[in-house]
């Protein structure tokens, strides 16, 4: 694998390595820390302790080693603490709102689709994403980090501390009540 | 009771849905899925859904979130490196202590025989050597700490 330059910078104290991870990683690492707490507000302090973790704990990191895997494992820990601390029931139970938070650019038609296609694919992605939020913890996580990060199994068994063949069994039980919620409605 | 081939194969194809199988499960589920319908159609059903998770929005942190997290990150970054150098000056501060005491016996010797003639009897030699190099140490890790406070007062005026 090979070592990526900016972690090296930045394990040196180099501020202009630090930003241009941070410029890297803000999406996926901002939609993962949603799919998780679902609250924006909680997201993005989550946000904030996981670079804080990041700048604390990157001497420990070993450079040819997986630094997305890293990341999202720090990630994760700050944010069980804190469904620990905050919503214990919250890593077992459902919860009835949504995560999914539309922007601006979500809402500019593709030019191939016409108004209709674009209003039902928009509506059967609003009812996913609702009946995604509904999920336990460990099923959102594993259903963004296979398909919004399209991280391998291997990797997600990495960030979750699980065997490869429970991120199947993850995998494919919570794509059985994603399909058994969508089909109840 | 033994799972049959079909059955197993229906276990694998939400799997298969999320590119999640190995390459001897594929195969294993496209031979099957040739030669039985309900297995395709179930397959068929797995793709609209994995293909809609595939294309979700990505909520995207806002800029002040992200100009916030690099400030907090950069002053604690900042903080470390300060933090490192006061260590590195506090163990050569503390290398050097090391070496005045294990050098002072030698010193010691040496000064006791050659001035040892010219103090009075009411001073112990080996007092005046000693009380000389405890001075050195502490006036090494007094001008060491003068310089810390310096320079931290030098840099908080900076940020």
Redesign the interface.
Known sequence: MAVDADVVRLRR?D?KA??EL??RY???L??YL?RMVRQ?AEA?DL??QT??R???KIRSFDASRNFDAWLFTLARNLAIDHLRRMRPQSLDEPLGNSW????A??RIPCKDDTPLDHALAAE??TE??EA?AGLPMMYREV?TL???D?MK?EEIAQVTAVPVSTV?SR??RS??Q??YA?EAR | MAMSEHDKIRELLALAAADALTSAEEKQVAEHVRSCIACSNELGAWRPIASELRRFPTPQPSSWLVQATLARAEAKLTEQAEHDWNRRVLIVVVAFAWLLTIASWPVFQVVSGRFGGLLGPQFSRAWISFAVFTALGWLAGGVAAVMLAVRRRGERRLA
């Open positions: 104290g501020l630090l930003s941070v410029a803000q999406n996926r901002y939609r949603l924006p993005e946000f904030q670079w804080l990041v700048v604390e999914h938070s539309e922007t650019a979500d059967r992605r996913i994403s995604m259903l296979r398909f919004e399209e199994i199947k995998l494919r794509l059985e994603l399909r969508l």
